[in-house]
């Protein structure tokens, strides 16, 4: 039997593994894909973060079979092809990794196009709004608007725009309106962070979407939107591509939030007691704030009028387009309420790491 590499070890696992399994060694193995290979070590699937996230969408359970989501018309080459035409199929198709296998079919390596290439410097524009009151807040954000609020020692606005850039990420608008001149005035036009911001600037509350009229120029591809009031985890570009892949015109990022009920809930048919279910919990999907938007998805954004983004994306829908969901599994927290931002400073170090600073408030 052919032995797998070892560097390869933490990316397999066999198909009696659970997506709860494929997550975490997609997480640990940090080349976003988990290889399901038999006993024998040949290749038999792929998991790729998409899959998994199409797979819940679909009511998937965690705890279920790999066998689930697993992706067995994988794109492969040859021991004897070798990296060169692996790295000739990833810049083709736009793949990020690829399996090399021996004659019979054994995982030899795999080939990543970031290790080939780098990250790569991304063309995708990511829009942050940044104009919210933060009245929820005050006093902190009666002198500071919320975006520059400090967590690990860094405003808010700047963790999210390290975050993006360590992603490849490096194009940037920033919409204002509360305080905004000390929003410019600390990034700037963005090259001491390895970034190109510009600017635009609400003279009137225009919301996450109304704003998107007041750009210079349409975007030519699909951009990124986020509000600045979060911190989050997942992969940028992932998102991206799950865009891409579901050939929407909007994908809204969301959050699973379960709510108890405090009382035994009750089940009636007619005036018959069925069922009596003590403190149920339910499971919803909720708006999380981070979207991706094709160009078209500004047909639907009028010119100096208000419009917040659940109405572009109703729009959309109503219209016939398509509009996806990126349900998110990493880390995201709301910095809305004064106990989130005690929390995110609380949990920072130990879901990004310690940096360096000062706060400002």
């Known amino acids: 039997m052919t032995e797998v590499p070892a560097k390869l070890k933490p990316l397999i696992l066999s198909d009696t593994a659970t997506i709860r399994d494929a997550m975490e060694t997609i997480d640990r193995g940090a080349r976003q894909i988990a290889l399901v290979s038999d006993a024998e070590g040949r290749l038999r699937a792929t998991i790729t973060d998409g899959d998994i996230r199409r797979g819940l969408l679909r009511g998937i359970d965690l705890d279920a079979p790999v066998t689930e989501v697993m992706h067995t018309g994988f794109t492969a080459v040859t021991e004897a092809e070798g990296h060169k035409a692996a790295l000739e199929l990833m810049q083709a198709r736009g793949l990020h990794q690829v399996p090399i296998l021996d004659s019979e079919g054994h995982l030899i390596d795999l080939a990543l196009q970031e290790e080939a290439l780098g990250i790569p410097r991304r063309s995708t524009r990511v829009i942050l709004m940044a104009g919210g009151l933060g009245t929820r807040l005050r006093p902190l954000t009666e002198t500071v608007p919320k975006p520059m609020l400090c967590i690990g020692g860094k405003p808010i606005l700047e963790l999210i725009l390290r975050n993006f850039t360590d992603q490849g990420f490096h194009e940037f608008t920033i919409s ?186």
Not at 216 to 245: G, K, W
Not at 260 to 273: H, N, R, S
Request: with cysteine; hydrophobic share 40%; proline share 5%.
């Open 176 to 361: 204002l309106n509360y305080r905004g001149e000390m929003i410019r005035d600390y990034f700037g036009n963005g090259s001491r962070f390895n970034a190109r911001i510009d600017y635009v600037e609400e003279t009137k509350r225009m919301g996450t979407a109304g704003a998107l009229s007041l750009l210079s120029e349409r975007p030519s591809e699909p951009f990124i939107v986020m509000n600045s009031d979060l911190l989050t985890a997942i992969p940028f570009d992932a998102l991206v591509r799950f865009h891409q892949e579901t050939g929407a015109t909007g994908t809204m990022c969301a959050r699973d939030f379960q709510m108890q009920v405090p009382y035994g809930v009750i089940e009636v048919e007619d005036t018959a007691l069925r069922r009596i279910v003590e403190k149920p919990t339910y499971s919803h999907f909720v708006n999380a704030g981070i979207y991706v938007l094709s160009p078209d998805a500004l047909d639907y954004v009028e010119i100096d009028v208000f419009l917040d983004m659940p109405t572009l994306f109703e729009r959309m829908i109503a219209n016939g387009d398509t509009a996806s969901v990126f349900p998110i599994q990493e880390y995201w927290m709301d910095i809305g309420r004064m106990e989130d931002l005690h929390r995110a400073r609380d949990e920072f170090d130990d879901v990004f790491g310690p940096v360096s600073g000062k706060d400002l408030d």
